[in-house]
């Protein structure tokens, strides 16, 4: 089972994802499930510094962690591509109508409404609230999204 993240830059939303995920996957003693994530339009080296504020221990499942842009190799492989957002989907299937893929937004995939909307930039403490709101709302999908994963 594979399934992929997708943000803009690959940087905070989509490694966070992938880094609860895999923890979420390990706490429940779930193998097989391969997590990655990417970017729409990757112009960094490295995560967000604040993620490991945010996420905590849970941060150590992104060691070696680097930003990488989306590819239809990377779409291809995943049985699951979950976005951040709508626009995401919009984006992955007007470059690669073919995909046959399961795409959605990470929230409608876990049954839940609304969308993990990007942040930008900005003041430090604005940016570390919006950083806490965006695990807030991964961490309420995570139990739905293991057992989709689970029963696929």
Known sequence: MNTLFVCDG?????PMAEGMLRAFLAKRGIGGVHVSSCGLHVNRTEAHPMLKLVMGKDHEMLNGFR?????????READFVLTMEAR???EILRRSPEITANISVVTAFADQ?????????GETDVFLHSLQQCH???????SGIVDKLQAS
């Open 10 to 14: 690959n940087i905070a939303r989509s």
């Open 67 to 75: 930003p990488r842009p989306i590819t239809l190799e990377l779409v």
């Open 88 to 90: 995401h989907v919009r």
């Open 113 to 121: 409404s609304g969308e993990i909307e990007d942040f930008g930039g």
């Open 136 to 142: 807030a709302s991964l961490e309420r999908c995570l």
